[in-house]
């Protein structure tokens, strides 16, 4: 089962069920929104069910109509969960080494997440623009205290995430503990919200085994594979939930997928990127995004069951 | 104009206008909710007018009714602007001095607020829990790149917070950089939120200049005065601005309310007193909190215009 939301309607959007092949699109009667589904997922199916059938000979849609699966969240919380990623961010931003025995994870601002068309707007160049690609999980009620191995049956939904970041900040405010406010503005998302069964063999031990491609301004960037998680998103969930219920719709995010054999498979930030031209050159090359700039971002080998974004930079 | 939410209705409560002696309430035509009224600001001042009159003769209610005045919000952006609290937490928490020329700010849960009289659960009395007596505000719609200069114009409401925190994971988290997950479950909130010309001259320079007192199973415990900010609401609007537009409902804290004559004035967090015995004596001796103790705040010197927490911590 895909599901997606269209502008139309107020700030969350109005739910549809999307057809095989991403074209076509019919409402969930009963369930105006994501986040009304969400809530009440279990009587919800029936609904749902019947809007995905509906939905292959529903109305034709473009990329432009969609906006995020949850265009504003009650919760982001977005893990760190590729070692190969902390590495290279460890010389990226030059701070020392992260001592921990838990999944790295922040509170991001979930109040607004960009649909997968629209410009992304920034205040300067100068805070060094980069993205950052990951899947998410949206989860249903947990309550506090899941363990992991209870985790996986919270999963609702698959999801394909971009992260903006500013990288001239981050450092900056990284180095107060305090996390980030100013370097993590909205995240982009592409447009559609997958059940784990969609992915059949590709969800697995709580991971998303498929590549996550990103083009810039139409040329390849990287093709890394999320299989490589240190830890799953089931231990990222508990890991949340230690201390506080999760309401239906929380979302968290892989982190940056990334992959040891990045000279064959590349990066999802710039960031990376750099880090793998210092090791390489001495010397980072690859600049950070100009305004005007055209990010595109993809899941899977063949047709992205997530479908893509497809993104401008702008001045804000 | 005091505002609060009752238990009735959905997650979000109901919106009442609050009499003058806080005991009684008036329903709002046309806004349900807080949130409903924060998003339509203006042209809900008519029938807020309304619903104030009509408290003074409406339905008696009890502390037990209300809920947070915004049960669950968009977004929760705590400070930490009392210079003498980042002093004593940096003993108390034993982490290097923060090197930072910004305010220092971070993202916290907002999905959940809790009702000022409702049990506060929590896991686990090793994890070290304490209280964080805070004043916040709520703001309208504030554009990106709002500069503090404009700030306070966005101000709707002023609300006091207890920022449950678990000390023993708070370094551990930090340390790391990334914020807090664990450390900082939900907040409880005092049942009323004020609009800044309910406090007079207490509202000034971007602070609450009014004391805000703590009593632990009825001890004093602390009453420092809000108006010894290092940073006012303004400039930490403007500092969570920079890169994101905030929403309406927008809620953000103080940090904890901490003075430099502590000796007379006491604290509002544990932490604080067991780091002003570490220089008195060279021992903490104050407890975190057990389970079954009451801590409970209010703001002010006489009736706190805020109406009060009273809560008892509970094994959740």
Redesign the interface.
């Known amino acids: 089962m895909r599901l997606a939301s269209l502008k139309r309607g107020g700030r969350d959007g109005t739910l549809v069920a999307v057809s095989s092949d991403g074209a076509r699109v019919a409402a969930v009667a009963g369930y105006p929104t994501l986040q009304a589904a969400l809530d009440d997922w279990d009587a919800a199916q029936g609904a749902l069910g019947d809007a995905v059938a509906a939905a292959e000979t529903g109305e034709a849609v473009s990329l432009e109509d969609f906006a995020a699966p949850l265009p ?1 969240a ?2 982001w ?1 977005d893990g ?1 969960a590729f070692p190969n990623h902390g590495a290279l961010m460890q010389l990226a931003l030059g ?1 020392a080494p ?3 025995d ?1 999944p ?9 997440f960009i649909g997968p068309a629209d410009d992304v ?3 300067s160049e100068a ?1 060094g623009i980069d993205f950052e690609g990951e899947f998410a999980v949206v989860t249903g009620d947990v309550p ?2 899941c363990p992991a191995a209870e985790a996986l049956g919270h999963v609702r939904l698959l999801m394909l995430v971009n992260d903006w970041s ?1 990288r001239a ?1 981050a450092p ?1 405010e ?10 993590k ?2 995240c982009s998302a592409a447009p559609f919200a997958v059940t784990p069964d969609e992915l059949g063999e590709a969800w697995r031990d709580g991971r998303v085994c498929l590549p996550l491609t990103v083009e810039v301004d139409g040329r390849w960037f990287g093709h890394p594979n999320g299989s490589a998680m240190g830890y799953g998103f089931h231990e990222l969930i508990a ?2 939930a ?4 999760l ?1 239906a719709g ?1 979302i968290i995010g892989s982190g940056t997928v990334s992959n040891a054999d990045y000279d064959e498979v590349g990066s999802t930030c710039i960031s990376e990127r750099r880090a793998i031209e210092m090791i390489a050159s001495g010397k980072a090359e690859t600049p950070f995004l100009s305004f005007g700039t055209r990010v595109s971002m993809r899941g899977g080998a063949g047709a992205s069951p997530f479908g893509r974004t497809d993104q401008r930079v702008v001045r ?1």
Chains 1, 2 share one sequence.
Not at 174 to 183: D, E, R, S
Not at 242 to 245: C, D, G, I, L, N
Request: charged content about 15%; cysteine-free; overall charge positive.
């Open positions: 504003r009650w919760q919380l760190s701070h992260i001592e921990t838990l790295l994870m922040y509170q991001g601002m979930s109040h607004r707007q920034l205040p805070d506090m205290g500013l900040i900056v990284m180095k107060t503990g305090f996390g980030w406010i100013q370097a503005p909205a890991h949340a230690r201390t506080r219920a309401p929380t804000g």
